[in-house]
């Protein structure tokens, strides 16, 4: 059985960090494409960041380029999102979310995955 767990979420000012660290297991990762999403109290569950399963593709929502970072382990079953500048907006459960692909494009709509984490709070202070 697949599993994915996040960590890492919290309190923090605008302008600071925070790194999320996604542990998968049940299953090699080595082929799964990973993803991260994120929602927002009243709004829709919306694409963050994606890595392919080699880790040569990423993909980022406009809202987060330049400002978030995310990667694969080196045991290639934990991916992470690092997140600068955070912004009061970037206030949101965050998922991280998996799909066995080998495909070079990065998958950014939820249903192109296929398992997911319970999310992990990030709140982000004005």
């Known amino acids: 059985q697949v599993q994915l767990v996040e960590s890492g979420g919290g309190l923090v000012q605008a302008g600071g960090s925070l790194r999320l660290s996604c542990a998968a297991s049940g299953r090699t990762f080595g082929n799964y494409a990973m993803g991260w999403f994120r929602q927002a109290p009243g709004k829709e569950r919306e694409f963050v960041s994606g890595?392919?399963?080699?880790?040569?593709?990423?993909e980022y929502a406009d809202s987060v380029k330049g400002r978030f970072t995310i990667s694969r382990g080196s045991a290639r079953n934990t991916v992470y999102l690092q997140m600068n500048s955070l912004k009061p907006e970037d206030t949101a459960v965050y998922y991280c979310a998996g799909v066995r692909s080998t495909r070079l494009r990065v998958g950014v709509y939820s249903e192109e995955y296929d398992y997911w984490g319970q999310g992990t709070q990030v709140t982000v202070s004005s």
């Open positions: 890595i392919s399963w080699s880790g040569g593709s990423t």
